[in-house]
Each structure stands twice: as C-alpha cells, then as structure tokens.
C-alpha cells in the first residue's frame, strides 16, 4: 500500500489517495453528495481524494464537496485538481453551513487542537459548536465524526491500550473539549435520530507531519528524543482514510464509537534507534520511560473492517527517505512528548 520509492509531494499524494480494491469494490453503494467538512487541514486532501479517486476506479458518479475556511488556497487546488468540489464556510456560523449543499453522507474533520494553551475558549468552541450546527444542518445524512485517542488517560502498556469503554478521564483542556465534541454530537444526533460513529484516532502518519516524522527530525537534526511518553499508536494516513470512509456503514443512532490506528503500539525507543540506522547517526535520548502511554486497541474496528494493510516498518523507510532528502515538512509538531495535556 506505500509504493517503494516516494520522491516529491506529487507522488505523495497519489499514494495517499491510492484506492484498495475493498474501497473501489464498496464505493458504488455509497450515495452522494459526500460532504467533508474541515478538509482545509492535514487530512483533508487524503480522504476527499481517496473518495473521489475509488469512485473513478468504480466508475460511480459520487460527487464529492470538501468544505473549510480554506486558509491555504494552494491546498484547495490540489483538493479541486483530483475531482472534488469545494466550498468556503465558516463552521462556527450557522447561516455559512445553510448556503452549502445538501449531503447524503457526511465526515467532519473539524477540530482544534494546538494553540488550546493560548486560547482555550476557541478549543472549546470550535469541536463543540462546530458538530452541532453540522448535524442541525445534515441531519438525515449517515455522519463519520472524527474525534481522538487523547479521550482516554494514559494507561500501562501491558494493559493492551484503552477499548471504547474505558473511562474518558484525560488530562488537559484539549483532551477534555474531544470528550464535549464526541458527547455533544451524540446528544444532537440522538435528539434528530442521526446516524453516526465516533472514530478515536490515534496519530495519522504520512511523510510531511506525525509522530514518526517528529522523531526522524529529532534523530536527523541530533538532537535528543524525549521517551517520557515511551509507546504511541499510529497509522498511515491513506489507511486512516480508507477506514474513515468505509466508517459510513457503521453509522448507528446512538453514534457508536471506534478506535482507529495500528496495534501493537510502537516504542519511541525503538523506532528512534531505527532512524538512527537508517541515518546512519548516533541518537541522544533524553527522560525515562513512564510506565503509563496514550494508547488504544483498535480490535473493534479491526474485527469490523480488518486490520490496516500499509506496513509501519515501510513507513518509517519512506519517513527516513523524504527527512534525509530535505522533502517538505508541515512545521506542525504532534507534541507526542506531552504527559500533561498542554497543547
Ligand atoms: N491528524 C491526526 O494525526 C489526528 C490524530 C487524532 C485525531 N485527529 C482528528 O481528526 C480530525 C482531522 O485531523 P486533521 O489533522 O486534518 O485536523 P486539522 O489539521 O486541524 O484540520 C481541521 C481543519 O478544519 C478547518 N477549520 C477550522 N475551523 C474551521 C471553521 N470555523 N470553519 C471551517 N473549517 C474550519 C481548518 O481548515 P481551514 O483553515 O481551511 O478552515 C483546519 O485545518 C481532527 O478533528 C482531529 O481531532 C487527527
């Protein structure tokens, strides 16, 4: 699923929004228009494309409507370059979601969570209000809500990560503000009877931001790798996208929730020391490992849409490549040190 050679940004987009046969084999029965809202971010392109590229493969006529504020019109080109329809809103203001068209199917993508230290208020609103005016305003649509492992407390390794029933008590005002945006979207969508699913992901990884590139740059540039969070969860983007879309039919009223990233959870250590290899560079660590992590067992969505097929051990290969070429990075660190829940 990760081609063996990744040489600029063209190409990889073009794997990110590569179809699986399973996704070009499901796309017919899914009706359209497919809305996504908040595609202005790092997600985005990758699933409004792959949305759209499964659907040519298919030959099915889905429309497909990416919907941001788009602050990078650059970003919304290449969104509009494969097939997708875009449209400006402000999500936070109910008349902007009137004007846009009507949907059969809806994914929001919509959060904040850096610079919730700096203003916790637009951390609150935004992953709060944000879904509710969506569901009053799609509420006969199928909805895929994109929510977060960090709705869980950090637990021990051996406990084999948190399952959807495991007690949502984080730390930290981001954290809890993903709990109000799970909570209040299931209030607004039993209220109407919407269908829905809450999907708990943990760290989508693709060459230009996410944890493994996080570590590469700290190993790359010498400097040390904190292992205080010493395990993490995480899945290649394209996987995540494939899962978020094929997520759709396990929509339910009440909107159940699903974990979604790769198990086992992966060393910090370890994938730290394996950048060092691959850079042929000595590494520096800094803190010792706690014996708790943020970590989740996918097993529930697994057994419902199989495990993720893309190899972490290829990504990292890839991840190595694009750090040691100079391929751009998105400057958005994950913060997959933080112990405290201050983002
Ligand atoms: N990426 C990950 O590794 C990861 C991990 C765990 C959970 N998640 C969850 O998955 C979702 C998608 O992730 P992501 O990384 O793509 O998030 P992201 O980069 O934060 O993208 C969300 C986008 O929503 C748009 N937006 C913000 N305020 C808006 C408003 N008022 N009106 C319209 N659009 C608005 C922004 O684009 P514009 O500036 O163009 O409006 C923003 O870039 C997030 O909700 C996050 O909680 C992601």
């Known amino acids: ?36 809202l908040g595609a202005g971010g ?7 494309g792959l949305a759209r590229r499964a659907a040519l493969s298919a030959a099915c006529p889905l429309e497909v409507i990416a919907v941001s504020r788009f602050s ?33 199917n809806v994914i929001s993508l919509v959060g904040l969570k850096f610079g919730t230290s700096r203003d916790p208020a637009m951390t609150w609103a935004l992953n709060t209000l944000a879904p509710v005016h969506g569901i009053r305003r799609y509420p006969e ?6 929510s977060t492992g960090n709705v869980y407390p950090q637990v021990p390794l051996e406990s084999g990560g948190s399952t959807e029933d495991s007690p949502l008590t984080p730390l930290g005002e981001y954290a809890n503000a993903a709990i109000a945006r799970e909570r209040l979207f299931e209030y607004a969508a039993r209220a109407r009877g919407t269908p829905g ?3 708990r992901l943990n760290y989508a990884v693709e060459l230009r931001y996410g944890v493994l590139v996080d570590i590469a740059q700290r190993v790359w540039r010498g400097e040390p790798v904190d292992v ?13 996208a494939d899962r978020i879309l094929r997520a759709l039919d396990l929509a339910a009223s009440p909107p159940p929730a699903f974990n979604l ?8 250590r370890g994938v730290a020391l394996e950048f060092g290899r691959l850079f042929d560079r000595p590494v520096q660590f800094s803190g010792t490992e706690s014996v708790t992590a943020l970590l989740s067992n996918p097993a529930l969505l697994e057994a419902r849409l199989g495990p993720p097929p893309t190899s972490l051990d290829a990504v990292i290969q890839r991840t190595a490549e694009w750090i040691q070429s100079g391929g ?5 660190p994950t913060g997959f040190e933080v112990r405290d829940g201050k983002y």
């Open 1 to 36: 699923m990760i081609p063996e050679v990744i040489p600029d940004e063209a190409a990889l987009e073009r794997a990110l929004t590569e179809p699986a046969p399973e996704l070009v084999r499901w796309i017919p029965s899914l009706r359209g228009p497919l809305v996504i």
């Open 261 to 268: 990233c790769c198990a086992p959870p992966r060393s910090v």
């Open 72 to 104: 990078d019109p650059e970003l919304r080109r290449r969104i509009e370059t494969l097939g997708v329809r875009t449209e400006t809103a402000d999500l936070l203001d109910p008349a902007s979601l009137e004007r846009l068209p009507d949907a059969a």
């Open 141 to 146: 649509a199928r909805w895929v809500l994109l």
């Open 197 to 199: 699913v809450r999907i």
């Open 42 to 48: 790092k997600m985005g392109l990758t699933v409004a």
């Open 328 to 332: 751009r990075t998105l400057n958005r």
């Open 228 to 240: 205080s969070n010493g395990w993490f969860n995480c899945i290649w983007q394209g996987d995540a």
